[in-house]
Every structure is written in structure tokens, then in C-alpha cells.
T-cell receptor, first 116, second 113 residues
Framework: NAGVMQNPRHLVRRRGQEARLRCSPM?????VYWYRQLPEEGLKFMVY????????ESGMPKERFSAEFPKEGPSILRIQQVVRGDSAAYFCASSPPGAYTGTEAFFGQGTRLTVV | SQELEQSPQSLIVQEGKNLTINCTSS?????LYWYKQKYGEGLIFLMMLQKGGEEKSHEKITAKLDEKKQQSSLHITASQPSHAGIYLCGAARMKTSYDKVIFGPGTSLSVIP
């Protein structure tokens, strides 16, 4: 059973370009969470999605960032018109349907975005 | 504001020594997680505590959650270089449905051979 898969592992973008980060949850998992880890900072929650629904996006920046988790395919975190401050490690986690507080969330290896 | 505090911020110990990392919150926590992150890598799940007073152990690592469910400690016995990394505590704040996990700032551990 493969774990949470994120790709690419490393992504370099020039300022103003778009960045697309993909997350394939563990098999059977329907909850996906995105976190951002800025250099020298902790993990900050961004968004929580279930299939085709955004449940909690309280941590998403108001502009340029969007996330989706379609019925088929991976979850996508999209950053438009990237700026240097977007450089960070982006982690995805997943948990199974019907999850309740106390269920372990499995994390991917992260995508390291560098904006040049 | 930081909802979860961790102390110490960083720790350097000699191999073989014991150490403790603390995680505190001003609010009751429902589900307290401990993860380890190797530098530049993803998170590895260590343990999850739910009940007040609960204690779990895995190999040389023991985690406890206090009765009020506002404080947790992670204790490593006879530390080894393989224990080096960043230790993150995380917690959910809702009891009735799955809530996002909020993380503390992390504790960086270095173990000197």
C-alpha cells in the first residue's frame, strides 16, 4: 500500500509563473490536508479537502492560492504568479473516510518550491 | 498567536543521555500527535494520545498526555544519533468531527556521538 505521494519533489519557478503541486492520498483515503513549511518556521495549515469539497480553507492566502480534490485524480494545490515568499516546503496529508479526531494523518514527502 | 508551544526550541545532547521535549496548550486538546521530521524530509508519525493521563511507548520513546489534556511530554531514553531531527507536536481541537491538526513550532534535536 503506497503512502501519500507528492510530486514533484522539487519545483523551481520564476517569479510570475504558476506552480502546480500534486498529492495522491493513500488508497481509500478521502480527506486531504495541505500544509506549508516556510524556512525556519513550523508547519502551517492551509486547507482541508474531501472529495470535490473544500471543508476548511482558513489557512489559505486570500489571493493566488487555490486547491482542489476532484472525484478522480490527485489533489492539486495551485499557486498563481508565484513570488519569492512562496518558496517553502508544501506537505500533503491524508486520512480515511469517516475519520474522527484521533485518526492518524499520513504525510507525504513534500514538494520543495523554489521561486527564483 | 501560537496555539501550541514547544520547549525547548532546540536541544543538543550527548549520545546515551535521556531527554524530554514538552508541548503545551492553553486549550483542551483532542488528539495529541507526535511526529519526527528529518531535515529536508517528510513527517514520520511517532505516537498519538487521546485520553487524559495516557502514556505510550515505542522503542526508546515515551509520550504522555496530562490529565487536563493540555500538556504532553516526549521522553527519549539513551538517545542515539538516529534520534536526531525535528520533533513536532500537533493537536486537533474538536472532539466531535475530524479537525485539522495544528502543529507546534518544533524542537530541533541533535545527538552528538
Amino acid at each position: 500500500n503506497a503512502g501519500v505521494m507528492q510530486n514533484p519533489r522539487h519545483l523551481v519557478r520564476r517569479r510570475g509563473q504558476e506552480a502546480r503541486l500534486r498529492c495522491s492520498p493513500m488508497k481509500g483515503h478521502s480527506h486531504v490536508y495541505w500544509y506549508r513549511q516556510l524556512p525556519e518556521e513550523g508547519l502551517k495549515f492551509m486547507v482541508y479537502l474531501q472529495k470535490e469539497n473544500i471543508i476548511d480553507e482558513s489557512g489559505m492566502p486570500k489571493e493566488r492560492f487555490s486547491a482542489e480534490f476532484p472525484k478522480e485524480g490527485p489533489s492539486i494545490l495551485r499557486i498563481q504568479q508565484v513570488v519569492r515568499g512562496d518558496s517553502a516546503a508544501y506537505f500533503c496529508a491524508s486520512s480515511p473516510p469517516g475519520a474522527y479526531t484521533g485518526t492518524e494523518a499520513f504525510f507525504g514527502q513534500g514538494t520543495r518550491l523554489t521561486v527564483v | 498567536s501560537q496555539e501550541l508551544e514547544q520547549s525547548p526550541q532546540s536541544l543538543i545532547v550527548q549520545e546515551g543521555k535521556n531527554l524530554t521535549i514538552n508541548c503545551t496548550s492553553s486549550k483542551t486538546l483532542y488528539g495529541l500527535y507526535w511526529y519526527k521530521q528529518k531535515y529536508g524530509e517528510g513527517l514520520i508519525f511517532l505516537m498519538m494520545l487521546q485520553k487524559g493521563g495516557e502514556e505510550k511507548s515505542h522503542e526508546k520513546i515515551t509520550a504522555k498526555l496530562d490529565e487536563k489534556k493540555q500538556q504532553s511530554s516526549l521522553h527519549i531514553t539513551a538517545s542515539q544519533p538516529s534520534h536526531a531531527g525535528i520533533y513536532l507536536c500537533g493537536a486537533a481541537r474538536m472532539k466531535t468531527s475530524y479537525d485539522k491538526v495544528i502543529f507546534g513550532p518544533g524542537t530541533s534535536l541533535s545527538v552528538i556521538p
